[in-house]
């Protein structure tokens, strides 16, 4: 019941610390000859320490110590009556700054609790988040101990390993991924390594896999800990390997069609020349004269496989996403030669008829023999733009290199002085030339220009 008095607002508390005061001081009106009332008012002085400051407190406790010693039975003097109500001033001062303490502490308090909640709520969420996060991510995210022992897998890392959910914490890393093994000894000095490092991993069956293994050492109050993020990268290795295959085996037909009409030329000279002696009959019966008849036969026949180039990859190819990886192939280089590069990209090209590997291979060889040209010239600029004319889409690779000396023996294999094996546009066109495209070069001044022609689909077909 007592407690009422203390709540509401301001300005009900001091309306009611103001009528006790009037209560108070009439009680000790009446009752002054019989019982001195003056100590009942520290209680308005407990209730105006809870809404008034210092200063306010003050003047409450002087008009309180005023009216104890009007309304007492005591004789003022100066020698009793002074230090009485010094008293009386300090035990009703002392009461409402005590309270007015207390309440501002308390609010401090329920600031101090209200700010915890708020960051107990945030970090709740925060894991939350976080929890989700680690759980819904493809990659396998593990951490553990210093001796490899796992504290904690997400979902992934679990069907990453062929184990059951929840079954990988408890168990050693380094069974999983021994190269880790090495991580936790070398961690014994307490130095944070962060790394990343690709490394072969074992299934809970035996299954041998690859992996990227991003992974970053902490301390904690426990010890030394480790947590690692692990991507499965068997299939990208897989892919990776067949289509270095698949480029292989096709340049390997075209520079064998190459030296296939090489031979097939020598076998024609050759054998014109053997029919020659065969007619004049001087030969005869010469059993090297008929072995080397057998020989030409041999040659011609090797000369004559079947080494067409297989379309067995081409498809619907994003120009613009192939144009950006040959970007990031070719930009180191363009960098340490100094070279100014203009990429005029359209960026509402069709996709194009084309086997992905094979012309990010010509791409690759153009932008190479431009920066080669580039590396000894004083002005070093090269252009790649995207042009769409008729029915064809065209991809011009212009540098400042000063041009071709001798464009007519460009495309031609084993050409003297080329650098290597000069098979480099010959090969480049045949890869074009495989899908339906075009090679050709175009000549300006102080410039090379190399011009790619590709044919738009239409519902993932090339465009008639």
Known sequence: MLSLLFQGSRTSVSVRAGLLIAAIAVLDLCLAKELPMGFLYLLPMLMVGRVFGPWSIGVVALLC????????AFAWNLRTGLPRD???FVAFFC??????EANRNRQIVLGHLHEIELQRDARLAAEEQLRVLIESSPAAIITADADGCVLMANQAAHRMLSLAPLSLPGRSIHYYFPSLANISRRDSSHQLLRAVMQARGQRDDGEVFLADICFSTYQTGNGSRMAAMILDTSEDLRSREESSLHQILAGSRIVASALSHEIRNICGAIAVVYENFSRSGLLVQNKDFEALGNLVLALEKIADVDLRQSTDQVTAVDLTSVLEDLRIVIAPSLREEGIASTWNLRPDLPPVWADRSSLLQVFLNLATNSIRALSNSSDKHLTIATVAEGHRILVEFTDSGGGVEYPERLFHPFQQGAQATGLGLYVSRAFMRSFGGEL??????????????LTPTVNGRPHE
Do not use: H, N, Q, W
């Open 86 to 88: 010094a008293l009386y």
């Open 95 to 100: 009461v409402g700054l005590f309270v007015y």
């Open 440 to 453: 050709r070069y175009r000549p300006l001044p102080d410039s090379a220009c190399f011009v790619i022609e």
């Open 65 to 72: 110590t005023a009216l104890t010693e009007i309304f007492d």
